[in-house]
C-alpha cells in the first residue's frame, strides 16, 4: 500500500474573493521505497503539497491518507514521517550530537539506545567528528546534514524534504541531497524532496511537476508522472 495517498486533494486558505487557492486536484501516491522530486516555480504548492503530505495541514477539500503506514494516530504518523525544512532548524543550546538526541528521547527511546542511534545517524552522513559542536560552530551544509541525521535517527518511513538545498550553494546542496538519498535507501525509507532547481531534481529518479498548485506532465517526456 502507498505510505501517502491524495485524492483530488486542494487546500485553499482564506475565504470569499481574496480565497487563495494554494494547491487543487491532487491525486497521486508514494510507494514504500520511491525517490520522488517534486519541480515547480516558487508559488507553485510545492510546500502545500509536502505539508499535506506530512498531516502537518489538511485539506480542504479532497482527501489525504496514509494507506501503508502502521498509525497510532497523529503522534504515530510523526514518528513514521520525517519533514527536513529549508531554513536552520537545530536547537542553538544544543551540540549537533544533542539535537540528534533530543527527539529520540521525547519518543520514548532510552539514553543508552538513543546515544548509539544518534552516533550511528550522524556517521552515516559523515558527521561523526563534529558531533560535539554546537550549531553555530557548524556550516550551512553541515548543520542541514546533521538536521538530516535527527531525522533519520528516528526511522521514519517516509522523508519529506521541502527545497532542502534551497539556502546552500550548488556543491554543498548536492553533497546533502547525496548523503540524503544514500541515508535513506540504507534505512528503506521513501523520500521526497522539492526544489525549484531542475538541476537537484535531476539527481532522483521520479519527477513530478507543480505549476499554479496542481500536478503537470513535464513537457519534456523526462519525468513520469504521479500516477492514480
Ligand atoms: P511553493 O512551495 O511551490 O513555493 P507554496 O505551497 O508555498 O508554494 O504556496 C502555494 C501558493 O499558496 C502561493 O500562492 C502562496 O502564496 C500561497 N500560500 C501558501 N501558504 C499560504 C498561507 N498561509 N496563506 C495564504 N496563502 C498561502
Ligand atoms: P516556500 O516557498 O519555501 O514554501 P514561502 O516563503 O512561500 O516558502 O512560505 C513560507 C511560509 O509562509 C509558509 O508557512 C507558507 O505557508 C507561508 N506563506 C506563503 N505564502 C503566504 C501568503 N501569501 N500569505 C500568508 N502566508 C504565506
Same mark, same amino acid.
Given at each position: 500500500a502507498p505510505l501517502v495517498r491524495c485524492e483530488n486533494a486542494a487546500r485553499t486558505y @482564506? +475565504?470569499?474573493?481574496?480565497?487563495?487557492?494554494?494547491?487543487?486536484?491532487l491525486t497521486c501516491s508514494v510507494p514504500p521505497g520511491a525517490r520522488i522530486c517534486v519541480v515547480g516555480?516558487? @508559488? +507553485?504548492g510545492k510546500s502545500t503539497l509536502l505539508h499535506l503530505m506530512a498531516g502537518l495541514d489538511r485539506p480542504t477539500a479532497g482527501r489525504v491518507s496514509h494507506p501503508g503506514l502502521d498509525r497510532e494516530g497523529t503522534d504515530g504518523l510523526a514518528r513514521r514521517i520525517g519533514v527536513v525544512f529549508q531554513g536552520p532548524s537545530l536547537l542553538?543550546?544544543?551540540?549537533a550530537a544533542e539535537n540528534v538526541v533530543l527527539p529520540l528521547r521525547i519518543d520514548g527511546v532510552g539514553e543508552d539506545e538513543a546515544a548509539s542511534r544518534a552516533r550511528a545517524a550522524l556517521e552515516s552522513l559523515g558527521l561523526q567528528s563534529l558531533a560535539g559542536r554546537m550549531p553555530d560552530e557548524l556550516s550551512a551544509g553541515q548543520a542541514q546534514r546533521v538536521a538530516v541525521a535527527r531525522v533519520l535517527a528516528r526511522r521514519p518511513c517516509l522523508v519529506l524534504a521541502d527545497?532542502?538545498?534551497?539556502?546552500?550553494d550548488r556543491a554543498t546542496g548536492c553533497q546533502v541531497l547525496r548523503v540524503l538519498l544514500d541515508a535513506a535507501e540504507e534505512l528503506g525509507a521513501a523520500v521526497l524532496v522539492t526544489t525549484h532547481d531542475p538541476r537537484v531534481a535531476r539527481e532522483l529518479e521520479t519527477r513530478w511537476y507543480m505549476a499554479d498548485g496542481r500536478l503537470v506532465q513535464p513537457e519534456t517526456g523526462s519525468g513520469t508522472g504521479p500516477g492514480p
Amino acid at each position: 500500500a502507498p505510505l501517502v495517498r491524495c485524492e483530488n486533494a486542494a487546500r485553499t486558505y @482564506g +475565504s470569499g474573493p481574496g480565497a487563495v487557492v494554494a494547491v487543487h486536484g491532487l491525486t497521486c501516491s508514494v510507494p514504500p521505497g520511491a525517490r520522488i522530486c517534486v519541480v515547480g516555480p516558487s @508559488g +507553485s504548492g510545492k510546500s502545500t503539497l509536502l505539508h499535506l503530505m506530512a498531516g502537518l495541514d489538511r485539506p480542504t477539500a479532497g482527501r489525504v491518507s496514509h494507506p501503508g503506514l502502521d498509525r497510532e494516530g497523529t503522534d504515530g504518523l510523526a514518528r513514521r514521517i520525517g519533514v527536513v525544512f529549508q531554513g536552520p532548524s537545530l536547537l542553538p543550546p544544543l551540540t549537533a550530537a544533542e539535537n540528534v538526541v533530543l527527539p529520540l528521547r521525547i519518543d520514548g527511546v532510552g539514553e543508552d539506545e538513543a546515544a548509539s542511534r544518534a552516533r550511528a545517524a550522524l556517521e552515516s552522513l559523515g558527521l561523526q567528528s563534529l558531533a560535539g559542536r554546537m550549531p553555530d560552530e557548524l556550516s550551512a551544509g553541515q548543520a542541514q546534514r546533521v538536521a538530516v541525521a535527527r531525522v533519520l535517527a528516528r526511522r521514519p518511513c517516509l522523508v519529506l524534504a521541502d527545497e532542502p538545498t534551497g539556502q546552500l550553494d550548488r556543491a554543498t546542496g548536492c553533497q546533502v541531497l547525496r548523503v540524503l538519498l544514500d541515508a535513506a535507501e540504507e534505512l528503506g525509507a521513501a523520500v521526497l524532496v522539492t526544489t525549484h532547481d531542475p538541476r537537484v531534481a535531476r539527481e532522483l529518479e521520479t519527477r513530478w511537476y507543480m505549476a499554479d498548485g496542481r500536478l503537470v506532465q513535464p513537457e519534456t517526456g523526462s519525468g513520469t508522472g504521479p500516477g492514480p
